[in-house]
């Protein structure tokens, strides 16, 4: 069955740098979009960053453009977030996602941004 499985995460100062992974299992991984998705406590659920099957399309939410990067590597059936110029309001548990898979969310990992 679909497996995300995410890694990477931590406690950060702000205006510094993490880079998370997700590695997928159970589907052809290389032919999905595939997203990022974040959730602070007390929020709901948010769309981080969406990447296409062959990394040549990804849309960002305005919160983190310019600031965090989404890119795949097939090969690995990995998807990444490089997150740079990190703020306190981007603590959250990330999430990867496969939107063709309804319902297939890893654990997700933690993310702190605090001095």
């Known amino acids: 069955q679909v497996q995300l499985v995410e890694s990477g995460g931590g406690l950060v100062q702000p205006g510094g740098s993490l880079r998370l992974s997700c590695a997928a299992s159970?589907?052809?991984?290389?032919?999905?979009?595939m997203r990022w998705y974040r959730q602070a406590p007390g929020k709901e659920r948010e769309l981080v960053a969406q990447?296409?099957?062959?990394?040549?399309?990804?849309v960002y939410a305005d919160s983190v453009k310019g600031r965090f990067t989404i890119s795949r590597d097939n090969a690995k059936n990995t998807v990444y977030l490089q997150m740079n110029s990190l703020k306190p309001e981007d603590t959250a548990v990330y999430y990867c996602?496969?939107?063709?898979?309804?319902?297939?969310w890893g654990q997700g990992t933690q993310v702190t941004v605090s001095s």
């Open positions: 159970g589907f052809t991984f290389s032919i999905y979009t």
């Open positions: 996602y496969a939107p063709t898979f309804i319902g297939s």
């Open positions: 990447i296409t099957s062959t990394g040549s399309t990804t």
